[in-house]
């Protein structure tokens, strides 16, 4: 067997995922678990702020890699989950687990992006 990586990607315009769970109710919830809720929010950062909407634009964009590394874009958002270590680091979870992938996040100048690299197993 071998290990092929499967790369996914994603950008996102934080005012733009700003907009729209300003004008949303209940799509913060819908999109986001509680525990990315509340981890964007770590630190005594505001509801609604600026570095709380780049986290979550962020790990939207984490959310949109995974769907694209797995090569399935109906994955329901909650099945997908950015948490950060211990480290700091980000990690993605799927299902509740942890997944064997590496993550990378990144927001400056308006924009968050994600890059994930999931590891799968392929039969030679």
Same mark, same amino acid.
């Given at each position: 067997m071998n290990d092929v990586p499967r790369?996914?990607?994603?950008?996102?315009?934080v005012d733009r995922l700003s907009a729209r769970l300003d004008r949303r109710a209940g799509l913060l919830h819908r999109v986001f678990t509680?525990?990315?809720?509340?981890?964007?929010?770590? %630190?005594?950062? +505001? *509801?609604g #702020?600026?570095?709380?909407?780049?986290?979550?634009?962020a790990r939207? &964009?984490?959310?949109?890699?995974?769907r694209k590394a797995l090569g399935d874009l109906r994955i329901p958002f909650h099945a997908t989950e950015v948490r950060t270590a211990p480290s700091g680091a980000p990690e993605l979870w799927l299902? %509740?687990?942890? +997944? *064997?992938? #590496?993550l990378s996040?990144?927001?400056?100048?308006?924009?968050?992006? &994600?890059v994930l690299a999931l590891s799968t197993t392929r039969r030679s």
């Open positions: 790369i996914g990607c994603d950008v996102v315009d509680d525990h990315e809720i509340a981890d964007a929010r770590r %630190g005594g950062v +505001a *509801p #702020s600026p570095t709380e909407r780049a986290r979550l634009a939207f &964009a984490a959310k949109e890699a995974a299902h %509740g687990e942890p +997944a *064997p992938a #590496s996040l990144s927001h400056d100048a308006g924009v968050a992006m &994600a």
